[in-house]
């Protein structure tokens, strides 16, 4: 069974290839997995104690599993399960070192301290807001810029929910 919308599993091409139809590059998942700052990452995992005792499944690849399923549309665990095994061989040229099962994705979710990922959101978010402020904020400031509001970005549900936001 091939997993629908796996857009970022599409090999990258290079332009000699697509001339032959061989495939000389990765997969579009791994390489906008290396965007991530692999140092900070592992910062964040070594200050909560992540990775401490543990002999398979790390939190590289919980996180590698959870950004995979954001970016395929994966509704929950048994669809995560049921897509990555369709994947196959390519599993190990994404980043995955071990088969990830129901269980162990659960029980990595429940045992993991969540503020691992939370470090790490903050740190891409800092990343993101120069380029954004660069991009788009050029002539505005204030309230209804993009940087105001990944400042602010807490209060981004209360924004939803009086409408300030569309």
């Given at each position: 069974?091939?997993?629908?919308r796996c857009?970022?599993?599409l090999p990258?091409?290079?332009?000699s290839?697509?001339q032959?139809?061989v495939?000389?590059?990765r997969?579009?998942?791994?390489q906008?997995?290396?965007?991530l700052?692999?140092?900070e990452f592992?910062?964040?995992v070594?200050?909560?104690?992540g990775?401490?005792?543990?002999e398979?499944?790390?939190c590289?690849?919980q996180f590698l599993?959870?950004?995979?399923?954001?970016l395929?549309?994966?509704?929950?665990?048994r669809?995560?399960?049921?897509c990555?095994?369709?994947?196959?061989?390519?599993?190990?040229?994404?980043?995955f070192?071990?088969?990830v099962?129901?269980?162990?994705?659960?029980?990595?979710?429940?045992?993991?301290?969540?503020?691992i990922?939370?470090?790490?959101?903050q740190?891409?978010?800092?990343?993101?807001r120069p380029l954004?402020c660069?991009r788009?904020d050029?002539c505005?400031?204030?309230p209804?810029s993009?940087?105001?509001?990944?400042?602010?970005?807490?209060?981004?549900?209360l924004?939803?929910?009086?409408g300030?936001?569309?």
């Open positions: 069974m091939k997993c629908k857009f970022w599993l990258a091409w290079s332009d290839a697509k032959w139809g495939n000389t590059g997969t579009v998942f791994s906008l997995m290396d965007f700052p692999a140092y592992q910062n964040c070594s200050r909560y104690g990775d401490h005792k543990v398979n499944f790390s590289r690849e599993s959870m950004a995979f399923a954001q395929t549309y994966r509704e929950s665990l669809d995560i399960e049921t990555l095994p369709s994947i196959g061989s390519k599993l190990y040229h994404m980043g070192r071990s088969k099962a129901r269980s162990t994705l659960a029980d990595a979710n429940e045992a993991r301290d969540w503020r990922y939370a470090d790490f959101a740190v891409l978010i800092a990343i993101a954004l660069e788009f050029r505005r400031s204030g209804e993009v940087c105001f509001g990944l400042h602010y970005h807490r209060s981004l549900p924004a939803l929910s009086l300030q936001v569309s």
